[in-house]
């Protein structure tokens, strides 16, 4: 591991919020609204909504799925279906959004028992931590390689 490099926790760089304030009050959704609800597993946007109160403004975040530990990163405002997920807020001073949502993706977790995860196991997992400017520099890799990869697929 490079010198200038360190390990740390996920729960040490990410701050954990409970979405009940951006939970939506109607599931009367329409293509033509404005304002996407927000699930962490496969189908994430799962419909619009016209409400205009509880939105999730303060980005960028991850949204992780409490349950299966699937995450999203998010950098648009938004409302949540239900309370299953947290939403997570990077320390900009230490670890880039973008970048803790890539490391995410490298965890492996055993999540076979219906519980929450966030809390229990998934916070605790180390992550290696760069400095703030190699993580852009990673970040900038993986978006490339992923750009490349979906013109080669078209």
């Known amino acids: 591991m490079p010198r200038n490099w360190s390990f740390i926790r996920l729960k040490d760089v990410l701050e954990y919020e409970q ?10 959704y329409k293509n033509d609204y404005s ?3 927000l699930t962490a597993g496969k189908s994430f946007i799962i419909g619009y909504t016209n409400e205009t109160s ?11 799925d ?16 239900s309370s299953a ?11 880039n959004t973008k970048y803790a949502f890539y490391a995410m993706q ?3 977790c055993d999540c076979y028992n219906h519980k929450r995860y966030w809390i229990s196991d ?7 931590l760069p400095p703030l400017e190699e993580q852009l520099n990673i970040v900038h890799t993986i978006e490339k390689l992923y750009n490349y990869i979906e013109k080669s697929l078209n």
């Open 19 to 28: 979405p009940t304030p951006y939970i939506v009050e109607s599931t009367d």
């Open 35 to 37: 304002i996407p609800v």
């Open 54 to 64: 509880g939105i999730k403004t303060d980005l960028p975040v991850i949204i992780f």
């Open 66 to 81: 409490d349950f299966t530990t699937d995450s999203k990163y998010v950098d648009f405002p938004f409302k949540v279906k």
């Open 85 to 95: 997920m947290k939403i997570l807020t990077a320390n900009e001073k230490l670890i």
């Open 106 to 108: 490298c965890i492996e």
């Open 122 to 128: 998934f916070s605790n997992k180390l992550i290696p």
